[in-house]
């Protein structure tokens, strides 16, 4: 339908069409079969730093940086040839000196006679879009590396988002409550988008409930649980957000205790980019997670020399 608006502008009043083509954002050029330039926009005049007189009349190879020039003029070969559209990636240098990530597209001229006249370019960039698109995969690659640096310490640790829904948890968490926990751990991974209510005693759900609605910085209480006195120490990520917690068993053998210091540390001193990008994908301040992993060997350690 576009198309069609286009070619009706184009043939009832080529001036306005001109003018339609000029202010397009995206650079596009036109050269003949010789690879002369016969048209651009202003776009692609500010692309190559010249004005579009100097450009018009002009090789590719002139206004074009040679590498990317060179690409240039061996796919036109084959498209003046078969006729084929192209569309591929490629690297430019802008006139302001930066490289850039573009996607060209290439469209054959055809006259009435169907002999292929010429080849009309556009050049798009997509650099931003790489680079989000990096980020997006750095992020996710770290994510998983730091959901399994939890997994590493045996307190239970578990995140929430302001439904009482799992972010994120470990198997230590799963393990404290029931087997059940654990054998859905198994099949949910972290037991993500899971139901904080459907796995843990109601006082833990009313412990987050009440910091996330409160935007307390921390709430720490002892509960008894079947055999089990357990330490929870609920604390603020991102305020009346995210939650998360560390659920110690205060009938761990000493030695056990001594692992989950360990263990904290080495994920403190040795992976601090990863837990920080944890807080980057909750949109938490990093220094609120590192507290988090701090508490885990102060807590711990506390245990460790009151008992000695």
């Known amino acids: 339908m576009v198309d069609k608006v286009f070619e009706e502008v184009k043939e009832d009043s080529p001036e306005l069409y001109a003018k339609m083509v000029d202010l397009l ?62 569309f591929y990636e490629n ?34 960039d997509i650099s931003e879009r790489k680079k989000a698109l990096k980020k997006l995969q750095q992020a996710e690659l770290e994510k998983e590396l730091s959901s399994k640096m939890l997994q590493k310490i045996r307190a239970g640790i578990v995140i929430v988002d302001e439904h009482l829904r799992i972010i994120d948890s470990n198997i230590g968490f799963a393990r ?12 949910i991974p972290g037991l993500q988008g899971a ?36 330490s929870v120490n609920v604390m603020t990520i991102t305020r009346n957000k995210v939650a998360g917690a560390i659920i110690r068993d205060m009938s761990a ?7 989950i210091i360990e263990r904290a540390r080495q994920v403190n001193r040795k992976n601090m980019k990863t837990v920080q990008e944890i807080a980057y994908l909750l ?26």
């Open 91 to 124: 690297k430019i240098k802008y006139a302001d000196g930066i490289s850039r990530d573009v996607i060209i597209n290439k469209v054959a001229l055809v006259s009435n006679n169907k002999e292929i006249t010429g080849i009309v370019s556009s050049i798009i």
């Open 25 to 86: 954002t995206i650079p596009v050029f036109c050269r003949n079969r010789e690879g002369n330039i016969k048209a651009c926009n202003k776009s692609f005049a500010e692309l190559v730093g010249k004005s579009k007189n100097e450009i018009i009349g002009c090789k590719v190879i002139d206004v074009l940086p040679f590498e990317v020039a060179d690409v240039l003029l061996f796919k036109d070969s084959d498209m003046m040839n078969n006729g084929n559209n192209q």
């Open 253 to 259: 053998p000493m030695l056990e205790r001594a692992e």
């Open 176 to 187: 404290l409550f029931s087997e059940e926990n654990e054998e859905l751990f198994e099949t």
């Open 283 to 308: 949109g938490e301040n990093a220094a609120q997670t590192e507290e988090l992993l701090n508490s885990i060997i102060e807590s711990q350690k506390y245990d460790v020399d009151e008992n000695n």
């Open 195 to 230: 139901e904080l209510d459907m796995l843990v005693p109601e006082i833990v759900t009313e412990m987050f409930r009440s910091i996330i609605d409160s935007g307390e910085s921390r709430l720490e209480r002892d509960i008894r649980f079947q055999n089990k006195l357990l």
